[in-house]
C-alpha cells in the first residue's frame, strides 16, 4: 500500500512516521503526478485556509477529485477534516465537499490551545487517547455519514464511504488504531479494485 501524505504544510512527517509503524509504503506528495500514483491520501492538520489556497496554487484540485470519485480513500485530520468537509461555519475557504459535515472550527475556543481526551470509538475496544490542537468539529452530518466519535462540542471522528476524518492527531500519539483503521478502508479499496 503506497500512502501520500499532502506535504504543502502542516504535521507531515508525523504522519508518516505513523504509517510507515503501520506496515504501509508512506512518502510526501506534492505533485498531481506524485498523486496520480498512490493508494490512499491524507490531508494532514495545519491551518485550512492555508492549504486550501496552497492547493489551488499547486494545481492540485482536480487530481484530488478524480481521485476521490475513483474510490480512492483519504483521510483528513484537524485542517484536513475542514477541508474534505461540504461546510465550515462563519467562513468563505476553500473545501473539497467530500463528507457531507458542517465544520465548526477552533470548536473548544479559540484560547484553548490544545486539549486531550480519552475518546469512545466504535469499534475499539478500549478508548483512544486523541490530541486537539486548536481543533474543529462537525455537526449536521448528512445521511451517508457514520459517526465514529463524538464529543459534547461536537463529532470529531467520521466516515462517509472512502473519506475519513478526524478532528484530533493520531500522529502525535502512539496508538497506531486510526491509522490501520484507513489502512483497512486502503486494503478494501485496492481488493476491490483488483475484482473489477
Ligand atoms: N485551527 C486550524 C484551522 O482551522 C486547524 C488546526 C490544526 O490542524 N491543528 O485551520
Do not use: W
Not at 25 to 47: H, N, Q, Y
Not at 79 to 97: C, N, P, R, V
Not at 126 to 131: E, G, L
Request: one cysteine or more; hydrophobic letters at 45%; aromatic letters at 8%.
Amino acid at each position: 500500500m503506497k500512502i501520500g501524505v499532502l506535504a504543502l504544510q502542516g504535521a507531515v512527517s508525523e504522519h508518516i512516521d505513523m504509517l510507515k509503524r503501520a506496515g504501509a509504503e508512506a512518502f510526501p506528495v506534492r505533485k498531481k503526478e506524485e498523486i496520480e500514483k498512490i493508494d490512499g491520501l491524507i490531508v494532514p492538520g495545519g491551518e485550512s485556509t492555508t492549504m486550501g489556497r496552497l492547493i489551488k496554487a499547486f494545481e492540485l484540485e482536480e487530481t484530488i477529485r478524480k481521485r476521490f470519485s475513483e474510490g480512492m480513500p483519504i483521510y483528513g485530520t484537524c485542517a484536513g477534516m475542514i477541508l474534505l468537509s461540504s461546510e465550515i461555519e462563519g467562513f468563505d475557504q476553500f473545501k473539497f465537499g467530500f463528507i457531507h459535515l458542517t465544520i465548526v472550527r477552533n470548536a473548544f475556543g479559540r484560547q484553548v490551545d490544545s486539549k486531550e481526551i480519552d475518546l469512545t470509538v466504535k469499534g475499539f475496544d478500549t478508548p483512544f487517547h486523541a490530541i486537539f490542537i486548536r481543533a474543529p468539529v462537525g455537526k449536521n452530518p448528512g445521511a451517508n455519514v457514520k459517526v465514529l466519535s463524538e464529543v459534547p462540542e461536537g463529532i470529531v471522528f467520521a466516515r462517509e464511504n472512502n473519506v475519513l476524518v478526524s478532528a484530533f492527531h493520531p500522529e502525535l500519539g502512539t496508538d497506531l488504531r486510526v491509522h490501520q483503521y484507513f489502512l483497512d478502508m486502503v486494503r478494501k479499496f485496492l481488493t476491490n479494485k483488483e475484482v473489477l
